[in-house]
């Protein structure tokens, strides 16, 4: 005979999840719009910029090039692995390594294409301020790789 | 409340539905001056949204989890105020693990700050995603090994540089 106790506890278990299943699906549900606007502004992106655009950018000065490898990044979107080939290449257009390594960082820490997502959803200052400190920091990021991989070697 | 979250005004609440709509306008400008290049546009969209699907699916879980197992003083002694160590470690950890395009983790990180994760935490989380662990020998083909291992551990100290400027700010904001 089943205990009606323990009947109440397992349907308020049941009742729980489902509740917990609800708020997961309202939750994803109110932030589809601006993943939609996203997915559609990167497929934009991937179609208009091309590589070679990119690689036309960059001027040879040392920190204008890290500036703007930085700033490329950032505007750039898409699947990491597409920074390195990008990246790869621009060292075989002679581009400095200060340059790229801001370029690959920038490329997964800052994303002007993700950032109404991000404003939406995290709250504008935050994504901001986020934003730009990762902007900074990516410059530092390759001042301090390049650096060092200099004085190693 | 974290100071930097926002309260969500009426506009606010309707932003992505705006932009949504900015981001379909934009389409149908490109179809009047370049049909082919809107056409091509649309059909990556497509590629990376059937792409994200797993993912999604993996996010709406983890959030069924978080609902229904982690309460927020769960969260709080992990990712809250009194974290320390342990909180800087498990974001950085995540952040690195985590996989997929970045937009799709957001909804998640709104649900875990709502239970009292820390804003550095959730910036910590999302700069050590720089490091993507699958495409580590991709990295080491294009810039070599030596390369990889000096940026590395610059992008984990750089995630809590970030974190850590975050919380000073909300801390003077308070």
């Given at each position: 005979?089943?205990?009606?106790?323990?009947?109440?506890?397992?349907?308020?278990?049941?009742?729980?999840?489902?509740?917990?299943?609800?708020?997961?699906?309202?939750?994803?549900?109110?932030?589809?719009?601006?993943?939609?606007?996203?997915?559609?502004?990167?497929?934009?992106?991937?179609?208009?910029?091309?590589?070679?655009?990119?690689?036309?950018?960059?001027?040879?000065?040392?920190?204008?090039?890290?500036?703007?490898?930085?700033?490329?990044?950032?505007?750039?979107?898409?699947?990491?692995?597409?920074?390195?080939?990008?990246?790869?290449?621009?060292?075989?257009?002679?581009?400095?390594?200060?340059?790229?390594?801001?370029?690959?960082?920038?490329?997964?820490?800052?994303?002007?294409?993700?950032?109404?997502?991000?404003?939406?959803?995290?709250?504008?200052?935050?994504?901001?301020?986020?934003?730009?400190?990762?902007?900074?920091?990516?410059?530092?990021?390759?001042?301090?790789?390049?650096?060092?991989?200099?004085?190693?070697? | 409340?974290?100071?930097?979250?926002?309260?969500?005004?009426?506009?606010?609440?309707?932003?992505?539905?705006?932009?949504?709509?900015?981001?379909?306008?934009?389409?149908?400008?490109?179809?009047?001056?370049?049909?082919?290049?809107?056409?091509?546009?649309?059909?990556?969209?497509?590629?990376?949204?059937?792409?994200?699907?797993?993912?999604?699916?993996?996010?709406?879980?983890?959030?069924?989890?978080?609902?229904?197992?982690?309460?927020?003083?769960?969260?709080?002694?992990?990712?809250?105020?009194?974290?320390?160590?342990?909180?800087?470690?498990?974001?950085?950890?995540?952040?690195?693990?985590s996989h997929g395009p970045i937009y799709v983790w957001y909804p998640l990180l709104k649900e875990l700050r709502d239970r009292g994760m820390r804003s550095g935490l959730i910036a910590a989380f999302l700069y050590s995603r720089a490091i993507k662990i699958p495409l580590l020998p991709l990295m080491v083909y294009y810039f070599g090994a030596l390369f990889v291992v000096?940026?590395?551990?610059?992008?984990?100290?750089?995630?809590?540089?970030?974190?850590?400027?975050?919380?000073?700010?909300?801390?003077?904001?308070?």
């Amino acid at each position: 005979m089943i205990n009606p106790k323990q009947k109440g506890i397992s349907d308020e278990k049941t009742k729980s999840i489902v509740m917990s299943f609800y708020h997961a699906i309202k939750s994803l549900g109110t932030a589809l719009p601006t993943l939609l606007g996203v997915v559609l502004l990167l497929g934009l992106f991937l179609t208009l910029v091309s590589k070679q655009f990119i690689a036309s950018v960059f001027t040879g000065e040392l920190f204008r090039d890290t500036v703007i490898g930085s700033a490329m990044g950032s505007i750039a979107a898409g699947n990491a692995v597409n920074s390195y080939i990008i990246g790869g290449e621009l060292m075989k257009e002679g581009v400095s390594l200060f340059a790229i390594t801001a370029f690959i960082v920038t490329w997964v820490t800052v994303s002007i294409v993700q950032f109404p997502a991000e404003a939406a959803i995290l709250g504008k200052r935050f994504a901001v301020i986020r934003n730009s400190l990762s902007f900074f920091l990516a410059i530092l990021v390759s001042i301090a790789t390049v650096t060092t991989l200099i004085l190693i070697r | 409340m974290e100071i930097l979250v926002e309260k969500k005004t009426k506009g606010g609440k309707y932003y992505g539905f705006y932009f949504l709509v900015a981001v379909i306008f934009l389409y149908f400008l490109l179809f009047f001056f370049d049909p082919e290049g809107a056409h091509n546009s649309l059909k990556v969209s497509g590629n990376i949204f059937i792409r994200i699907i797993p993912v999604l699916l993996l996010v709406i879980l983890f959030m069924v989890l978080i609902d229904y197992f982690l309460h927020p003083k769960t969260v709080a002694k992990y990712a809250g105020k009194e974290s320390g160590i342990k909180g800087w470690f498990f974001a950085i950890s995540a952040g690195i693990i985590s996989h997929g395009p970045i937009y799709v983790w957001y909804p998640l990180l709104k649900e875990l700050r709502d239970r009292g994760m820390r804003s550095g935490l959730i910036a910590a989380f999302l700069y050590s995603r720089a490091i993507k662990i699958p495409l580590l020998p991709l990295m080491v083909y294009y810039f070599g090994a030596l390369f990889v291992v000096v940026l590395l551990p610059y992008i984990v100290i750089a995630s809590l540089i970030e974190g850590e400027i975050i919380e000073i700010i909300e801390r003077r904001k308070r």
